[in-house]
């Protein structure tokens, strides 16, 4: 049996290593798409007991933490200086810190900034753990009444003109549904070029989902086009259903 001090010894020797190897986590939690209420209670879990949240919008965030009595520190992650901002989050973790990463609203990463956070930690080893949640493109989905065994994600619509016009073009193609996330502005101009190249192509604007304007039309392009006209609403999930679906 070893001498009492050189267990000790070595005691301390795997506890230095222990410290020395320790590694955060990085956890990409879905937050809800509108309804405060929609976030799960693992995600609302972990946003109360990681060290730090990475957001999109921090401003937006903070009112959902205030929403659930959450007072994590929020930090801002993109859309600017992103590569310095995940040198530091990267550090953090890598001295033991677990940070959250949410988007402004729904899933990380989709259509988001998040990319270059979660690539790095997985390059230095660093654990990245999902807690999925909503995502405005499969609620619409999910009430759009097309099959959707398999879908083309075009995300955010463009702005420009020429750009706009060969996306809805190449959707009209797929024989699957097509989603995109849309302003007022660009999914109106989409409609515009639904209706021009496919008039009868069925349609489904999801607009404001999970809020109280919540608002769905479903019908041709042409009839949802007419009645989108000159309804404002802040979030427009576009779905086009694909070639064999009219």
Do not use: W
């Not at 230095?124 to 999910?142: C, E, F, R």
């Not at 919540?214 to 009839?223: L, S």
């Amino acid at each position: 049996m070893p001498p009492k001090q050189s267990q000790e010894n070595a005691g301390q020797s795997m506890a230095s290593a222990t410290s020395s190897d320790e590694r955060g986590a990085v956890y990409v939690v879905a937050v809800p798409i509108g309804h405060a209420d929609d976030l799960t209670l693992r995600a609302l879990a972990i946003l109360k007991s990681v060290d730090l949240i990475a957001s999109e919008d921090p401003m937006l965030t903070q009112q959902l933490l205030v929403h659930h009595r959450i007072s994590t520190t929020v930090t801002s992650y993109g859309p600017v200086n992103v590569k310095e901002k995940v040198a530091v989050l990267l550090q953090r973790v890598r001295q033991g810190a677990r940070i959250a990463l949410v988007a402004d609203r729904g899933s990380p990463l989709i259509v988001d900034p998040g990319a270059r956070l979660v690539a790095g930690a997985h390059a230095l080893g660093i654990p990245v753990i999902p807690l999925p949640g909503p995502s405005a493109g499969i609620a619409a989905l999910t009430v759009a009444g097309f099959p959707c065994e398999s879908f083309h994600f075009l995300g955010q619509l463009p702005s420009t003109g020429l750009h706009l016009s060969r996306s809805v073009t190449a959707a009209l193609k797929k024989e699957v549904p097509t989603v995109a996330y849309g302003t007022q502005m660009t999914a109106t101009r989409a409609l515009s070029t639904l209706v021009r190249l496919a008039p009868r192509r069925l349609v489904v604007a999801a607009c404001n989902l999970t809020k109280p304007n919540e608002v769905i039309f479903r019908g041709t392009a042409r009839q949802v086009s007419r009645r989108l006209c000159g309804v404002q609403r802040e979030d427009i999930t576009i779905v086009v259903s694909g070639r064999k679906q009219r």
